[in-house]
């Protein structure tokens, strides 16, 4: 069964870039059945799916993150990554990674989160 | 840009059926799934491809989709089902969430 595990900073500064990485065990991000996402949720809101990664590197983003958001992935070590540039306090939030199926988009693994706070 | 909409909360008494609607533009049109979440954990997939179930998902959850509404039915509610309920669907290479109801058993 394959699990996912986000990891990076709790805290970043106003202004700063956001960095993540998703560790993917138990299935291969090489797998063209799936795509790779990262979904954050504010603490008492909803889900906001921030974009996705195909195995051949193809990413889609949300068009309202879309210029501060680059999803990367790195084979060799089986792991997809997220950078935000130019983060405010609105940024804060619970940050998923999960697995989508490339056949219809549902999620069907995820991370257990991190929680990111962006303050000075 | 797309939009799914869900009543905010809801509540059902133990054993009844609970109903939650998502609604969205041509909705039918399209692929819905459901996921729950519990306070403090990550979402857990209910419902894919509209009906489907993933395995170890019990069969009083089950799901529909036409026109512009997905509803998402669990029947014969139970109190460990009282979580957040979220719908979504994917809208020109973009998946779109819906904004959540909280269930509410008693």
């Known amino acids: 069964q394959v699990q996912l595990q986000e990891s990076g900073p709790g805290l970043v500064k106003p202004s700063q870039t956001l960095s993540l990485t998703c560790s993917v065990s138990g299935g291969s991000i090489s797998s063209g059945s799936f795509y790779w996402s990262w979904i954050r949720q504010p603490a008492g809101k909803g889900l906001e799916w921030i974009g996705r990664m195909y195995s051949d590197g193809t990413t889609n983003y949300n068009p309202s993150l879309k210029s501060r958001v680059t999803i990367s992935g790195d084979t060799s070590k089986n792991h997809f990554s997220l950078k935000v540039t130019s983060v405010t306090a609105a940024d804060t939030a619970v940050y998923y990674c999960a697995r989508g199926s490339s056949a219809s988009g549902w999620f069907d693994s995820w991370g257990q989160g991190t929680l990111v706070t962006v303050s000075s | 840009s797309y939009e799914l909409t869900q009543p905010p909360s809801m509540s059902v008494s133990p054993g009844q059926t609970a109903s939650i609607a998502c609604s969205g533009d041509k909705l039918g049109d399209k692929f819905a799934c459901w996921y729950q979440q519990r306070p403090g954990q990550s979402p857990v997939l209910l419902i894919y491809q509209d009906t489907k179930r993933p395995s170890g998902i019990p069969e009083r959850f089950s799901g529909s989709n036409s026109r512009n509404t997905a509803t998402l039915t669990i029947s014969g509610t139970q109190a460990m089902d009282e979580a957040d309920y979220f719908c979504?669907?994917?809208?020109?290479?973009?998946?779109?969430f819906g904004g959540g109801t909280k269930l509410t058993v008693l």
């Open positions: 979504q669907a994917w809208d020109s290479s973009t998946v779109v």
